[in-house]
């Protein structure tokens, strides 16, 4: 029976369109162990499979969700992009806890949320204190296992997901690779593709409480 429920999984995802998620959403897709995807966003990805299920949401007023045994929520955006701190909030902080608490009142036993390096509800940098505050409100939900990534700077082709680039980025990149043996391997770049299958892992794993993996442990995975 065991064997039967964990091949038959269904997942949820937001965030299927930005860099991490869009790389879940093809793991996802593609693993035996999962049934069926149910995808949440504005618009759907630009991806048609037999198992994908895509549902048009408002982060802002979440209705009912479908049933589902795991749920991946990555979700989220820049100060700059947003346009205010109160905007960067919505998406980081609230969209995040809506999908999940509607996605545990759907059913789901399992969390993977893509978070931050340096989040903490202490901080005095905005940006990591409401990835911190996030962190706290989605683990306390009542999932038997949360899973909470923060990786380092992210690599991936953001033009063609028609996102805007991020200022100095390229630079860094460049000389993050450049000094990768000297680098503590939490700071180093890390791939979405890396982010997306530690996740994934970890959230299969399954295992009961909180954990919280840096980008050391993801690129190990």
């Given at each position: 029976?065991k064997?039967?429920?964990a091949s038959?999984?269904?997942?949820?995802?937001?965030?299927?369109?930005g860099?991490?998620?869009?790389e879940?959403?093809?793991?996802?897709?593609?693993?035996?162990?999962?049934?069926a995807?149910?995808?949440?966003?504005?618009?759907?990805?630009?991806?048609?499979?037999?198992?994908?299920?895509?549902?048009?949401?408002?982060?802002?007023?979440?209705?009912?969700?479908?049933?589902?045994?795991?749920?991946?929520?990555?979700?989220?955006?820049?100060?700059?992009?947003?346009?205010s701190?109160?905007?960067?909030r919505?998406?980081?902080?609230?969209?995040?806890?809506?999908?999940?608490?509607?996605?545990?009142?759907?059913?789901?036993s399992?969390?993977?949320?893509?978070?931050?390096?340096?989040?903490?509800?202490?901080?005095?940098?905005?940006?990591?204190?409401v990835?911190?505050?996030?962190?706290?409100?989605v683990?306390?939900?009542?999932?038997?296992s949360?899973?909470?990534a923060r990786?380092?700077?992210i690599?991936?082709?953001?033009?063609?997901?028609?996102q805007?680039?991020?200022?100095?980025?390229?630079?860094?990149?460049?000389?993050?690779r450049?000094?990768?043996?000297l680098?503590?391997a939490n700071?180093?770049?890390?791939?979405?593709?890396?982010?997306?299958?530690?996740?994934?892992?970890?959230?299969?794993?399954?295992k009961?409480?909180?954990?919280v993996?840096?980008s050391?442990?993801?690129?190990?995975?």
């Amino acid at each position: 029976m065991k064997l039967e429920r964990a091949s038959g999984r269904t997942a949820l995802l937001a965030g299927a369109t930005g860099l991490v998620g869009r790389e879940l959403l093809a793991l996802l897709l593609a693993d035996p162990r999962c049934r069926a995807v149910h995808v949440l966003g504005r618009r759907a990805p630009p991806v048609s499979h037999p198992k994908l299920h895509c549902h048009t949401v408002d982060f802002a007023r979440m209705g009912p969700l479908p049933a589902a045994d795991d749920v991946f929520v990555a979700l989220g955006t820049t100060i700059k992009v947003a346009g205010s701190q109160q905007a960067f909030r919505a998406v980081d902080f609230d969209a995040v806890l809506a999908v999940a608490k509607a996605a545990r009142a759907a059913g789901a036993s399992r969390l993977g949320v893509v978070s931050a390096m340096g989040a903490s509800a202490r901080s005095s940098v905005f940006y990591n204190r409401v990835k911190g505050e996030m962190e706290d409100a989605v683990s306390r939900l009542g999932y038997n296992s949360v899973v909470l990534a923060r990786p380092s700077l992210i690599e991936g082709d953001r033009r063609a997901l028609q996102q805007p680039g991020r200022a100095g980025e390229g630079m860094a990149l460049k000389a993050m690779r450049a000094l990768a043996p000297l680098i503590p391997a939490n700071y180093r770049v890390i791939g979405a593709d890396q982010v997306a299958r530690a996740l994934l892992a970890a959230v299969q794993d399954g295992k009961p409480g909180t954990r919280v993996m840096l980008s050391g442990e993801m690129l190990a995975a």
